[in-house]
């Protein structure tokens, strides 16, 4: 019930194109849901973040589409740059707590310039 | 901008060694962490610190793995006797703990067990 489950494990989009990357999670007592973005050698890094008293943040190319009664949620990209070429982690967590995040399984994104 | 701040950057040890992996976090913040990403794989929480004590810990963090803030500035991760499937980055984050806080990561310690 802990796990965060995150597709596609790898994803080649055009430049340009739009990047979508799916998460869902089983644990209704997470209410914040981050984004982070790696690159290699590096630690992640938060890229945006939803709680889920509503169902779309966006925050410049970046979007984050949230669906509470599915218990899903998803990172749109668009006008993907060579420059968003980096691992992307969904994940989730308990907002107040503090507690311990927990993360999907990661996608490897390549734009293709 | 304030950031969390690991060392070594890599490590390579003997199985069977100590290693003591060094973070200091962002010097306002209260909670800390652990993770840890095996080449390839997801990022694993081994456990959490708050006021002196961890306040929770993973399945991975058994007996050979300790934590410590041995000052008010550096918080270790400190695994007794290496294996080889120990190898793996290894990351610290921070969160200050008020309101609309994110957790901040450091840039990680490989960690190679040979």
């Known amino acids: ?113 | 901008e304030p950031e969390v701040t690991q060392t070594p950057s890599h490590q390579v040890t003997q199985m069977g060694q100590e290693v003591i992996l060094r973070c200091v976090p962002i010097s306002n913040h209260l909670y800390f962490y652990w993770y840890r990403q095996i080449l390839g794989q997801k990022v694993e929480f081994l456990v959490s610190f708050y006021n002196n004590e961890i306040s929770e810990k993973s399945e991975i963090f058994d007996d050979q793995f300790s934590v410590e803030r041995p000052d008010g500035s550096n918080f270790t991760l400190k695994i007794r006797s290496t294996k080889l499937e120990d190898s793996a980055m290894y990351f610290c984050a921070s969160l200050s703990g008020t309101a609309n806080t994110e957790a901040f990561f450091g840039q990680g310690t490989r960690l190679t067990v040979v």
């Open chain 1, 1 to 113: 019930q802990q796990q965060v489950k995150q597709s596609p494990q790898s994803l080649i989009v055009q430049k340009g194109g739009i990047s979508i990357i799916n998460c869902a999670y089983e644990n209704t007592a997470f209410d914040y849901f981050p984004w982070y973005q790696q690159f290699p050698g590096k630690g992640p890094a938060l890229l945006i973040a939803i709680r889920p008293d509503v169902s779309e943040k966006k925050e410049g190319r970046f979007t984050i589409s949230f669906n509470k009664s599915a218990k899903q949620f998803s990172l749109h990209i668009m006008d993907s740059q060579p420059g968003d070429s980096a691992t992307y982690f969904c994940a989730a967590r308990r907002y107040s707590s503090a507690s311990k995040i927990i993360f999907g399984s990661g996608t490897r994104l390549s734009i293709r310039p």
